[in-house]
């Protein structure tokens, strides 16, 4: 189930809620009892190995940002 990080504007706490996709705009109150609550955006980085591929510096294939690969 997704989390969704919130502020609160009265006290300035962030919290979390875990709750459905359907229900990611719903608003949630501050576990202190506060109303105002502000959604965060919320930037994840995955990082990792695909099949095959090494952990160490880019590919030397090309420029741009990805390597590249796209053409870009």
Do not use: W
């Not at 997704?2 to 608003?27: H, I, K, L």
């Amino acid at each position: 189930m997704p989390r969704y990080e919130f502020r609160c504007r009265a006290c300035g706490d962030t919290f979390e809620v875990n709750r459905p996709m359907a229900a990611a705009s719903a608003p949630a109150a501050c576990p202190q009892g506060h109303a105002d609550t502000v959604k965060l955006l919320s930037a994840i980085a995955v990082t990792g190995r695909g099949a095959g591929g090494s952990a160490g510096a880019p590919a030397s294939s090309g420029g741009g940002c990805c390597g590249g690969a796209c053409g870009c």
